[in-house]
């Protein structure tokens, strides 16, 4: 979907998942599947009378992400107070950062590359999570709205892109990157539930910005965007306008909502958060990091090329994904066969992982199971349809190679009689193209593919065709005389 | 009965006073006063007989003791107290226990201090009269038909009237020193950052410091010793040594150097409380300081600037009191949370409390933010150039602490500006972050004037040494107050 003149900017917010404490209290930042509210503590609570004290490792894994994309981190950020009332945040107000009315966020600019194109990043802060509200049953049909404050207090960093993108494609393979690029940072897990959530703002050519809140997953954006696209685009059409407005992605219904208009706009009253200093950071401290820093995707693309010897597009692919990326690594490690180890990656395991849509740390299988069965495969124990059997059976049942051929019995067969047999069982069977092979030895082949599919491709293909070739010239000699 | 608590720690380490007869007396002599003054929201009478008799048990033994050893305390009850209720004189936090002790309180009980309860204030410290509580005004000892100032009156009051040894406070644009003056004690807000704030319930952070209400300069050097630290939980205290400021008690102000700002003794200052602080410092300059006039022109704007910033951060500072999680919940519950929320606010916060509310969302809103919350931090940093210019020539700066004396009760509730008024010379110091007491300087026509005594960041040292030396020379300044 690309219309003309539709700009696309996202708001991103990522879970600092690194992090063992929240971002201004010691509280365990670990609750995901816990029993609600009890990693709380009057600071996150906001109760009367305490104080936000900032976790420094925050501010150096956001430091991190900065550098990574490229950004200019602010020598003196500001935390600034973000006003409105909701009954997921304790106090009320977010503790936040602002580039406005004297506000500095942790870092300005920087830039994603995606697909030959260049997205250019605003700001990136530092902030804290609301909790989380639930509901029994369905929103409609409780009478209660349950609190859970587990997450509130959460480190969370906001990236805002300028609005460079023009399809829900580029949105989707600019999150994706970014995930890739915090998943190599170590900073935070984008597979975990809710750890990484946008809004997204769309115009088109002839409408007003609208923004588009809740899109709970990345798996979400396109589906979000290409709707609001759709809506504003007969809108326009039709000749009604796209008025500046704010909507809410229904996840459910799959389809936007009006939440407020222009005139409604929230007003945030922001100012400066005064029970926190402005916090000083050095060159020195963002030079330390820099020295830290991981090997970044675009980086570890090019090494796959150049060490790997692997096409472009295979590294392109591979390092999309961090563990993907590290699991192709783990089979090179093991066995010197880059490239038909990333044709496996990439032909196998990508699409098993696309049709389950899993996570690859879902897959039950180590780069070692991989490995052992390419070198079944070169070693001739095993045909490559064994392999690709052996693979798909693995990744169901996460038994170890061997014991996947030991059970099916599916190890080549080397055995001349059993051979000889099954030719035989297979010549019988295909009268006519027996008489046709006589005459034109080429169709020997289709008698092969009968025969190995026969045998589910255990027999040793070799083997088998000079078994089929030699009766072929023994019926021919009988046929002579 | 001795009034001092440097006094009474001595008589109590020589074992010639019983802590548990000590506190016994005060709770007899709060039972006598209370009922014309009513300084206490909450008295914890049980907890501090409890402490006293472990005190004595510990003198008995011959165990070290600590600075404040056995001396009662009446804390102001917008200081977290682990488990005696915290009401910040409101309906919203009537019942309100708070889980944790606040910085300040656990440096107390370290020091062997006992808490006697917790006094009246105006609610969530907004006001000059602590009239506005909700548990009904604070009478000043001096006169039961006035005020005792605000917003620590209960803490001024029962220092007043010997229902406390010592007594803490907090000061956000002259809530210690306004009392202070007002009762005839002394009160001193220090340098912002140096007490932790950590356990205060805020009105406006950048503004506030906790600080000690005595009856003398001492008192106050030693209570200041015992409540200053660099604490972890509070992101502004600063990281600097504990110092025994008892060491400053020095009766000796040679060669120091006065300024009198003019903008002091401004439009609505009294005649009486202008002649008896020219009396101060000219009985300073007869002990040997020198002084002078001068002026700090951004001064003019210090009150406007001061009730935008503290109004503002209060609007947000008391957003969390929502009624979900603590605090007064209206009984009915078959509403939604935007209804339950508005609904909590309509009744658990007084007038006052909502009118500043109101300004301050006003002050922050988009399209008036600039008008009003920056240009207020702009006169702020102008405020402070002008301080910090100021102290280059002057060690001291001196001043009226209150424009006039305590006004009768009812007098100035209708008319919210004269109120605020009142605080247009404490406001400056809260807004510069700079140390400032407020010493007795004599009665006009039986009222207590204070003089104000202001010192460049963390130079409270010169300010007690002045402050002593003062009272030192000038003790008829100082009545007793012991009916
Ligand atoms: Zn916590």
């Known amino acids: 979907m690309k219309a003309s003149g539709t700009r696309i900017g996202l708001e991103v917010h990522c879970q600092l998942t690194n992090l063992k404490t929240k971002l201004f209290c010691s509280c365990s930042s670990d609750y995901r599947g816990k029993a609600p509210n009890i990693y709380i503590c009057p600071i996150c609570m906001g109760m009367p009378g305490t104080l936000p004290v900032l976790n420094k490792k925050a501010v150096e894994d956001a430091m991190m992400v900065a550098i990574a994309l490229g950004a200019k981190i602010s020598g003196e950020m500001l935390f600034f107070r973000k006003n409105y009332f909701y009954p997921d945040m304790p106090k009320n107000f977010q503790i936040s950062q602002y580039d406005k009315a004297g506000g500095v966020p942790l870092a300005l600019g920087g830039f994603v590359q995606i697909d030959g194109k260049g997205v250019r990043i605003r700001r990136i802060q530092l902030e804290e999570d609301p909790g989380k509200l639930s509901y029994e049953g369905t929103i409609e049909s409780s009478t209660h709205t349950l609190v859970d404050y587990n997450r509130a207090g959460i480190a969370l960093i906001e990236i805002v892109t300028e609005p460079d993108m023009s399809s829900p494609k580029e949105a989707r393979l600019f999150l994706e990157k970014l995930r890739s690029i915090l998943e190599h940072l170590g900073v935070s897990d984008g597979s975990l539930e809710g750890s990484m959530r946008c809004d997204a703002n769309i115009s088109l050519k002839g409408g007003k910005r609208v923004e588009v809140k809740n899109i709970s997953s990345f798996k979400e954006v396109e589906r979000a965007l290409s709707f609001e696209i759709t809506r504003q685009k007969s809108l326009i059409e039709r000749g009604l306008g796209v008025g500046q407005e704010t909507r809410h992605w229904d996840e459910v219904r799959r389809i936007t909502v009006s939440l407020r208009t222009k005139e409604e706009e929230q007003d945030y009253r922001y100012f400066p958060e005064p029970d926190l200093v402005p916090f000083v950071i050095t060159e020195e401290q963002t030079r330390d990091i820099e020295r830290r820093m991981p090997e970044l995707p675009d980086k570890r693309r090019r090494r796959f090329i150049e060490q790997y010897h692997l096409l472009p597009q295979s590294a392109e692919i591979l390092t999309r994904v961090k563990a993907i990326a590290d699991f192709f690594e783990g089979c090179a490690k093991l066995y010197n066969k880059p490239i038909d180890i990333s044709n496996w990656v990439i032909g196998e395991l990508l699409p098993h992982i696309r049709d389950k849509s899993i996570g690859i740390d879902e897959l039950r299988i180590t780069p070692k199971h991989l490995v052992d069965i390419l070198k079944l495969m070169d070693d001739g124990t095993i045909s490559r349809e064994t392999a690709r059997f052996v693979l798909q059976n693995t990744l169901s049942t996460g038994k170890m190679p061997y014991e996947v051929i030991e059970e099916r019995g599916v190890k080549r067969v080397v055995d001349r009689d059993y051979v000889k047999k099954m030719v035989e069982k297979v010549l019988e069977e295909h009268p006519r193209a027996v008489k046709d092979a006589l005459v034109d030895r080429k169709v020997a082949n289709y008698l092969m593919g009968k025969l190995m599919k026969m045998t589910e491709g255990r027999l040793d293909p070799k083997l088998a065709g000079e078994m089929i070739k030699r009766r072929l010239s023994e019926l021919s000699k009988s046929a002579t005389f | ?483």
């Not at chain 2, 301050?360 to 910090?388: C, M, N, P, W």
């Open chain 2, 1 to 483: 009965m001795e009034l001092s608590a440097y006094k009474l720690v001595g008589r109590i380490r020589a074992k010639e006073l019983r802590v548990e007869d000590y506190i016994s007396s005060l709770y007899d002599r709060i039972k006598r006063m209370e009922k014309s003054v009513h300084a206490y929201i909450t008295l914890t009478k049980d907890l501090a007989l409890k402490r006293a008799r472990e005190i004595d048990k510990k003198i008995e033994r011959g165990d070290r003791t600590g600075r404040l050893c056995g001396i009662g305390i009446a804390v102001k009850d917008n200081i977290c107290t682990k488990g005696i209720r915290t009401t910040c004189a409101s309906h919203m936090l009537e019942s309100f226990l708070p889980p944790y002790d606040a910085t300040v309180i656990r440096h107390i009980d370290d020091e062997d201090g006992i808490v006697l309860g917790k006094t009246n204030m105006d609610e969530f410290a907004m006001g000059s009269s602590t009239e506005y509580s909700y548990f009904g005004p604070t009478r000043n000892p001096w006169d039961f038909d006035r005020v005792p100032g605000g917003s620590s009156g209960g803490s001024a009051a029962a220092v007043a009237s010997s229902m406390a040894t010592l007594a803490l406070g907090s000061d956000t644009g002259g809530s210690i020193r306004c009392p202070a003056s007002f009762c005839s004690t002394v009160g001193l807000k220090p340098t912002y950052g140096l007490v932790s704030r950590y356990g205060l319930i805020a009105y406006a952070n950048s503004l506030e410091q906790i600080g000690p209400i005595t009856g003398n300069v001492e008192d106050c050097a030693l209570l200041l010793s015992c409540i200053t630290s660099h604490d972890s939980l509070d992101s502004t205290s600063v990281n600097k040594p504990e110092e025994d400021y008892t060491k400053h008690l020095i009766d000796d102000v040679n060669g120091i150097r006065i300024g009198v700002p003019r903008e002091f003794f401004g439009e609505g200052t009294q005649d009486s409380v202008e002649k008896m602080v020219w009396n101060g410092v000219l009985g300073l300059e007869g002990i040997g300081a020198n002084y002078e006039e001068t002026t700090l022109k951004s001064l003019q704007y210090a009150l406007p600037a001061y009730y935008i910033i503290a109004m503002s951060e209060a609007s947000s500072n008391l957003a969390r009191y929502d009624g979900l999680r603590y605090g007064y919940r209206i009984p009915d519950k078959s509403y939604d949370w935007g209804t339950v929320f508005l609904k909590d606010r309509r009744f658990g916060f007084g007038f006052e409390v909502k009118r500043r509310i109101i300004l301050g969302t006003f002050a922050l809103s988009a399209g008036y933010h600039d008008e009003y919350y920056l240009k207020a931090q702009k006169v702020r940093t102008l405020i402070k150039r002008d301080f910090e210019m100021a102290f280059k020539k002057f060690d001291v700066l001196i001043g009226p602490t209150m424009p006039i004396p305590p006004f009768r009760i009812g007098e100035k509730v209708r008319d919210p500006l004269e109120m605020y008024m009142c605080d247009v010379d404490t406001v400056p110091s809260n807004l510069a972050g700079i140390p400032s007491i407020s010493v007795q300087c004599g009665f006009s026509k039986g009222l207590p004037i204070g003089i104000q005594m202001m010192a460049p960041p963390f130079r409270e040292d010169v300010l007690l040494r002045v402050a002593f030396s003062f009272q030192r020379n000038f003790p008829t300044l100082a009545k007793v107050r012991d009916k």
